[in-house]
């Protein structure tokens, strides 16, 4: 099987969606890795761009029912307490600009930003899945231009 995923382009592109639904890494890391093996642009953002989105609507839908299990148990309660510290802290270009400071916040390619921390801060807002993923699909593409043009350059992507 890792051989397969070694040699063989579906393999690299199957490599590169499962890093890029990795939170943190997310397609900031899955960008880069899929162009060291040597994937073409046109190959990469798709993979990218999809593996970043495939998280968000369950991170929406299911979050605060996964806190609410996590915070009956002491130690998950301090883990659950961290992300809503974080989201919160996320929250208020989202608050003051709605749909449009959503989008900032997972356009900009930089730790604590991203698709992950866009369906949280969603979530945590009480935002629909109708009105937060839009903004997260947006940001998402426009993340996936910057990152591909700091990795390809951006003559290559025309």
């Not at 989201?87 to 270009?93: E, N």
């Not at 900032?104 to 921390?117: E, F, N, S």
């Not at 993923?133 to 990152?147: E, N, R």
């Amino acid at each position: 099987m890792i051989s397969f995923l070694k040699a063989h382009v579906w393999g690299q592109i199957i490599v590169t969606l499962v890093i890029s639904m990795a939170p943190i890494v997310e397609l900031r890391g899955g960008i880069p890795f899929g162009a060291a093996l040597g994937l073409t642009p046109w190959q990469v953002i798709p993979a990218a761009v999809i593996g970043n989105l495939i998280p968000a609507p369950f991170i929406i839908l299911f979050i605060r029912k996964i806190f609410d299990f996590m915070r009956q148990y002491p130690k998950l309660r301090v883990i659950v307490e961290k992300f809503e510290n974080k989201a919160h802290a996320k929250s208020g270009t989202v608050q003051k600009y709605e749909a449009v400071g959503l989008c900032i916040l997972v356009a900009v390619p930089l730790p604590g930003t991203g698709a992950w921390t866009g369906a949280l801060v969603a979530a945590m807002l009480g935002l629909s899945m109708k009105r937060a993923m839009p903004s997260i699909i947006i940001g998402v593409l426009i993340a996936a231009v910057i990152v591909s043009g700091l990795t390809y350059g951006f003559i290559a992507l025309v």
